[in-house]
Nanobody
Framework: QVQLAESGGGLVQAGGSLRVSCVASGRTYSDAAMGWFRQAPGKEREFVAAISWSGAIRRYADSVKGRFTISRDNAKNTVYLQMNSLKPEDTAVYFC??????????????WGQGTQVTVSS
């Protein structure tokens, strides 16, 4: 089993920046895309960003393009989400997501517990 643990959430003012991190642990987990989703109160969980194992492919939701950057350090089993120019509508619980090994993007296999990001106006 693979465990994903997020960190780095918090409270920030609109226009500010925040970086959240996700560390994968447990059994060997490689050749897998990873990503971030978020869920605001009363709303469904939505895709934010994802990155391939090599980092060559990065995908973003339209709502965060140009403001958020996903990256990873495979030596540290860690994926990051750098969030700049934050808006109050970015307020949500951010979940780390792990896709199946082998390069599939079809479904999320592992979820973290989530970290709260709150953007004040």
């Amino acid at each position: 089993q693979v465990q994903l643990a997020e960190s780095g959430g918090g409270l920030v003012q609109a226009g500010g920046s925040l970086r959240v991190s996700c560390v994968a642990s447990g059994r060997t987990y490689s050749d897998a895309a990873m990503g971030w989703f978020r869920q605001a109160p009363g709303k469904e969980r939505e895709f934010v960003a994802a990155i391939s194992w090599s980092g060559a492919i990065r995908r973003y939701a339209d709502s965060v393009k140009g403001r958020f950057t996903i990256s990873r350090d495979n030596a540290k089993n860690t994926v990051y989400l750098q969030m700049n120019s934050l808006k109050p509508e970015d307020t949500a619980v951010y979940f780390c997501a792990g896709y199946p090994a082998g390069g599939s993007w079809s479904r999320v296999q592992y979820w973290g517990q989530g970290t709260q990001v709150t953007v004040s106006s």
